[in-house]
């Protein structure tokens, strides 16, 4: 195996600018995908690298490091084949409580995502978006019954060992694809449920320094809230090391439409999944 690695790594030097060699190591893993032409004759179609990164002797949390599909073989549905080995391999592996990604291109955790919620809806999680009926769009009137449980969201955390995040993602996403543009109301109540989430996602960035440590340490319980442009509380000077209230403002904004950036790309797939 050691040599096929040499050889595998040797090849991806072509393909990936900056690449570092991988030690021989026992939790390294390798997923080949190749093509039988004739007897004892495989063509190479691509293969990811996952690493084994143990919390305990016995579980371990586990990151896809890195994945490759020759040019020729590229936007075919590859990569999406080898992801779904990978999350089914470790699926069924007791030692494994999470699969984690390594640095992912935007083109990366698009493949990802949807890989995910096309398993997670054909597994039947998400099940409040059934009851929205064949051709409806989710609108202000209803678009408070869609919402993920804590206990749902735990148990496919644990049932598929997906992120936190990323299954408040994949389960944003799909709202966002069923979601009426049209309806003004709908998407202003949606961009703040999303923004909440960016902003305890990024809270470090996002909220004082003084202030986080207070939180931190239950001095204080309310966080500031900057999502819709607004404070909750007051917070003075406006200044606070260093940086305005306005760019932390901005800086959320920022990422928000980093985010919707990517649902908007996703969501014209999803529906065909739904």
Same mark, same amino acid.
């Given at each position: ?8 790594? @040797? ?45 305990? @002797?016995?579980?371990? %949390? ?21 992801? @779904? ?54 609108? @202000? ?106 760019? %932390? ?26």
């Amino acid at each position: 195996m050691e040599e096929i690695s040499i050889n595998l790594q @040797a090849v991806m030097m072509f393909f990936i600018d900056g690449l570092s060699f991988i030690d021989h190591d026992p939790y390294w893993h390798y997923y080949l995908l190749y093509r039988v032409c004739k007897k004892k004759d495989f063509t190479l179609i691509g293969y990811a690298t996952t690493y084994e990164s143990h919390q305990s @002797a016995i579980k371990y %949390r586990t990151r896809i490091s890195q994945m490759l599909i020759l040019p020729l073989f590229q936007r075919k549905g590859f990569g999406a084949q080898i992801l @779904a080995s990978i999350y089914r391999d470790l699926r069924n592996d007791p030692s494994c409580f999470e699969i984690t990604v390594e640095d992912p291109s935007d083109e990366f955790l698009a493949m990802r995502d949807f890989n995910s919620i096309k398993i997670l809806l054909g597994e039947g999680k998400f099940s409040c978006f059934k009851e929205l009926g064949v051709g409806k769009k989710i609108t @202000a009137e209803n678009l408070a019954k869609f919402k993920l449980s804590k206990e749902e969201l735990k148990s496919i955390q644990k049932e598929f060992k997906l992120t936190k995040v990323e299954v408040e993602q994949c389960f944003e996403m799909v709202k966002f694809a069923l979601l009426d543009q049209s309806d003004e109301e709908a998407v202003r109540l949606f961009r703040i449920v999303v923004k909440k989430r960016l902003f305890l996602m990024h809270k470090e960035s996002l909220i004082p320094d003084e202030r986080l440590i207070k939180m931190k340490k239950g001095i204080i319980n309310k966080p500031i809230i900057v999502f819709e442009g607004i404070y909750e509380e007051d917070v003075e000077p406006d200044k606070i090391q260093g940086i305005s209230l306005s760019d %932390r403002k901005k800086l959320l904004d920022c990422y928000y439409s980093e985010c919707i950036g990517s649902y908007k790309t996703l969501a014209p797939k999803l529906l065909t999944l739904l």
